[in-house]
């Protein structure tokens, strides 16, 4: 028999300790699971993602890297495969498939897998001891595991007891959630938890564990959405609905203090929300993420224990994002002539479209080309597969002809200080020169907005007149004349 050994309720145990209660509970009788409501529990072990080599073992029970332990030793790994002779079922991932499991082989000889006290309960209190639970061994003749489970007080009075009886055989394997509950004794929070295996090792008795968790069970607690039959609600980014909150609780919480709590990153931490410590709560609108809440209660007289609460049922408010959405530059065409649009969407599983349907030639296009015989604005829209939208626009203006200022006056009076040809659009490709009177270029501009503001190199030029060339890249059009530029 081990030695007792003390541990705490949070989740700072000692290691060896998840290998125990993942032991106690994998072999935990299918006993009944928590008929009323349950708290965040006390223990709460998934064996992580990383390996579990700083682990203290109890008894003859070794820590070993290989994915197939020998009898007596045991491994945290997140898959095993074909073990001894493929006697074993291959598992490729934990319970919940994103995580690690423990793998026991159990030693020779039958005996206590722990004898522990577990301190800092609530007392009076029903607790449900939780596991998930595979025998890894395949349809074969071979020694099914097998536990008995005894909750004793310190002081040796056993509390309550399960047996397990045979671990069945699967033809696959096939991962089962095994618990029992018990009560707390009213003027005594510590239990000890003594864990025998009945089963030897040898040919079998050998099981894989995840997800062990012990936490408080107390009588029914409910909350809903005022006004929606439903425990989720989608809504989008800018929403302005109030939601109210109604909890119940049973008559058995004689003096109960209440809370509500908040979850923003799916259950995994809970904040209490000020002031809301009533039945109800009054939810008002905010910005984007995922929102949890839940009701908890806790009798007066353990209220300052935070681990005696139970919870209620989970509602959520998801405040999705609105699509980012751009329809591009404003475009300029000649009479007859065409262009592209450049639409940009962000978001997951947008469907987006442009309109109106008219003189586009596909409105599902992010970049569909249009040709409008006269100005038209078109509106892209994005909405996502919760109904979140937003839209764009932009403006196609359509020109007989390009009309090229002859003169500006760059004297830094705010007023013609730029010569800018309005209706040049970059799209048309159009390369522009500018030369002084001795054949020299004094401004270039190739596919882009032509804005000269007299200066080359950062030196003004002198006042005169300067000759101007506009070239296109698909068309024999050139325009040319005389800039005159005055200061």
């Known amino acids: 028999m081990f030695a007792p050994v003390l541990f705490s309720r949070r989740l700072s145990y000692p290691a060896f300790l998840l290998l125990i209660i993942g032991w106690l509970v994998n072999n935990v009788s299918k006993a009944q699971i928590c008929n009323g409501s349950l708290g965040d529990p006390v223990v709460d072990i998934t064996f992580g993602p990383g390996g579990a080599n700083n682990f203290s073992p109890p008894g003859g029970y070794t820590y070993t890297q290989s994915n197939c332990p020998d009898d007596g030793y045991y491994t945290i790994t ?12 291959t598992l490729s991932s934990d319970h919940t498939g994103n995580g690690n499991f423990m793998l026991v082989n159990a030693t020779f000889a039958p005996g206590d897998f722990l004898v522990t006290t577990v301190t800092d309960l609530c007392p009076n209190t029903t607790y449900e001891f939780a596991a998930w639970i595979v025998n ?16 004793e007080t310190p002081s040796g009075t056993i509390l309550d007891s399960f047996k397990t009886g045979d671990i069945d055989v699967t033809a696959a394997p096939l991962w089962k959630q095994y618990g029992f509950f018990f009560t707390t004794p009213p003027n005594n929070a510590s239990i000890v938890l003594r864990i025998s295996n009945s089963a030897p090792g040898g040919y079998g008795n050998d099981i894989a564990l995840d997800d062990i968790t012990f936490r408080p069970c107390g009588s029914k607690i409910t909350a809903g959405i005022v006004g929606s039959t439903s425990d989720t609600i989608n809504v989008c980014e800018g929403n302005t609905n109030v939601y109210t909150f109604a909890g119940t609780a049973s008559s058995a919480y004689q003096n109960p203090v209440y809370h509500w709590q908040v979850s923003t990153d799916s259950g995994t931490n809970w904040q209490d929300i000020a002031g809301a410590t009533s039945l109800s709560y009054t939810r008002n609108p905010t910005g984007p993420g995922n929102f949890w809440y839940r009701l908890t209660v806790v009798d007066a007289t353990v209220g300052g224990i935070p681990s005696c609460r139970i919870a209620s049922d989970i509602l959520v408010i998801n405040v999705h994002l609105k699509p980012i959405v751009s329809a591009g530059p404003d475009r300029i065409i000649l009479t007859g002539s065409s262009a592209s649009l450049f639409g940009q969407v962000q978001g997951g599983n947008l469907v987006y479209s442009w309109s109106p349907n008219s003189f586009i030639d596909d409105i599902q296009k992010l970049t569909p080309v249009v040709n409008p015989p006269a100005d038209m604005d078109y ?15 932009v403006h196609v203006k359509v020109v007989t002809g390009i009309y090229v200022p002859t003169a500006f006056t760059p004297n830094g009076d705010g007023i013609n200080d730029k010569w800018e040809i309005p209706f040049l659009d970059p799209a048309f490709g159009a390369t522009v020169n500018v030369f002084n009177r001795y054949g020299q270029i004094v401004y270039h501009a190739e596919g882009q907005t032509v804005s000269w503001d007299g200066t080359i190199n950062g030196a003004p030029q002198g006042s005169g007149a300067y000759v101007y060339l506009i070239t296109f890249k698909q068309s024999t059009l050139k325009l040319n004349g005389t800039l005159l530029l005055v200061r």
């Open 78 to 89: 997140s898959s095993t495969s074909a073990c001894f002779g493929n006697t074993w079922h």
């Open 136 to 151: 890894v061994m395949k349809p074969v003749v071979s020694i099914r595991p097998a536990v008995v489970f005894r909750i």
């Open 379 to 393: 509106t892209l829209s994005a909405t996502t597969s919760f109904g979140c939208n937003s839209e764009d626009f």
